[in-house]
Structure formats: structure tokens, C-alpha cells
């Protein structure tokens, strides 16, 4: 059963828009896989037989979107990010994986626009994301104080930047 949790705040965006409170709460991997979202594409798959169930609460403004999403039971995902989108995320969890690589603490990847990521988890999953698609993203891009900064991360692949211990720590 999903449960879509859509509305509006009473903030504002830039172009005069309220901003929307997205999620929902999902009972089962397909549930989730019929979840509409504009910074990417997904396929999901439940493994190992265990019952599935999500939660994503977040604030969508103006092609700027930041989410909660806590992941239970075993699901594996596959997302491709759309070329206009820039991404950021903290995961976490037990037994996480993002491609080859376990996030049992918080850790930070921004997977570049256009990448394609694979996701394993097997317990109990944290992410915390944000996301930044479409005109906001080319605002970013214009200006050439934040083009200097996000350069690194505008190649495809998943960037692991190094997060200092202390804010890790924070986050859990």
C-alpha cells in the first residue's frame, strides 16, 4: 500500500510556486518503484524473500529537492541520474552498499549527472539527499564560483569526497 504524502507549504519558491512536501510510505518494492520523482530513473528489486518497507519525507522547491528516505528489508536498486541533475547524499546502514562499496556509516557520495549507481541493502538504510535538476541546476552552473567547486563532481561516476569524522559522527 502507498501512501503519498504530497502538499503544499506555505513557503515560496523563486517563480512564485509553493514549495511541496513529497514521499510517501511504501509497503512493498513495487509500491516504491511506481513513485514518480524528476531527478531520476529507478528499477528496484526486493531480494533475500524479506519483507520491504520505505518512508521518504522531503521538500521539493524549484528543482531543488532535499529528502529523508529510511529503507527496511532487502532491496537492491538500480538508478540513472538524469543528465540535468546534481545530487548529494549521506547513506548509511548496516549492511548498505553503493556499487562495491559499504556505507555503514554515514558517508557522502554525489554521484555525477548522467551516472548510473547500483544500491544493496539488507538491513535498515538512512539517506539523506540533496538534489539540485533542471533550471536551478543551470543557475548553479552559470555562475562561475560554484562551477569552480562542483567541477569535480559534473564527470559520471560516484564521487566520494573525504567528510570529516566529526560531521560522520553527527549525522549518526
Not at 22 to 41: K, L, N
Not at 56 to 81: E, Q, S, Y
Not at 90 to 103: L, S
Amino acid at each position: 500500500m502507498t501512501t503519498p504524502a504530497l502538499g503544499a507549504s506555505t513557503a515560496a519558491n523563486d517563480d512564485g510556486r509553493a514549495a511541496r512536501v513529497v514521499g510517501g510510505t511504501f509497503a512493498s518494492v513495487e509500491a516504491r518503484r511506481r513513485m514518480a520523482t524528476s531527478g531520476y530513473e529507478g528499477e528496484y528489486a526486493s531480494v533475500g524473500g524479506q519483507p520491504y518497507h520505505s518512508r521518504i519525507r522531503g521538500l521539493d522547491a524549484g528543482g531543488i529537492r532535499i529528502a529523508r528516505i529510511v529503507d527496511r528489508g532487502a532491496v537492491w536498486m538500480r538508478i540513472a541520474w538524469r543528465p540535468d541533475t546534481l545530487a548529494a547524499a549521506f547513506m548509511w546502514g548496516e549492511q548498505t552498499r553503493v556499487e562495491t562499496t559499504p556505507f555503514r556509516v554515514p558517508r557522502l557520495g554525489i554521484p555525477g549527472p548522467g551516472t548510473e549507481v547500483a544500491t544493496w541493502q539488507n538491513e535498515p538504510s538512512h539517506t539523506l539527499r540533496l538534489g539540485v535538476r533542471g533550471a536551478a541546476f543551470e543557475a548553479l552552473l552559470a555562475d562561475a564560483r560554484t562551477e569552480r567547486i562542483l567541477a569535480p563532481f559534473l564527470r559520471p561516476g560516484v564521487h566520494l569526497p573525504a567528510v570529516p569524522p566529526r560531521c560522520e559522527w553527527r549525522l549518526q
